[in-house]
């Protein structure tokens, strides 16, 4: 679909853990990715950032190549960091409206709306 999508997730993880300044941010990133325990990553890691940053390593590393970009997106947007959302889309090319109003209709098509 996206030929930057098909490089490595982990090539976008610094840009992301930017992002992430609220503390309980990278808990709700956590949630979405399917990481259930964070007090490892937490007494590991002095701040939100690299607690972030342990976020997304470990869920590379828990998911392999299910840790798709796409999959990534899709936590952002679940977990409310839009910014960082709309910062990986500007990386990889996404017009942000267009990927805004096929989210909505999907998300209208699982409610049976359409």
């Given amino acids: 679909m996206f030929s930057r999508m098909e490089k ?5 993880f610094y840009g992301v853990k930017e992002e992430v300044d609220v503390s309980a941010d990278y808990k709700d ?7 259930q325990d964070t007090r490892n990553i937490e ?11 342990d976020v997304l390593q470990t869920w590379k590393r828990e998911k ?3 840790a ?13 960091l839009q910014s960082a959302a709309d910062n990986l889309r500007r990386k ?3 017009n942000i409206i267009n990927s805004l109003i ?9 409610k049976g709306k359409f």
């Fill in 43 to 53: 007494s590991r890691n002095p701040d939100a950032k690299s607690r972030c940053m």
């Fill in 68 to 80: 798709a970009v796409e999959v990534l997106l899709q936590a952002l947007v679940s977990a409310n």
């Fill in 29 to 35: 990133l956590a949630f979405f990715l399917g990481i």
């Fill in 8 to 12: 490595d997730v982990s090539d976008y």
């Fill in 102 to 110: 096929c989210y909505r209709y999907r998300g209208q098509q699982r």
């Fill in 92 to 94: 990889l090319g996404i």
């Fill in 64 to 66: 392999g190549d299910q």
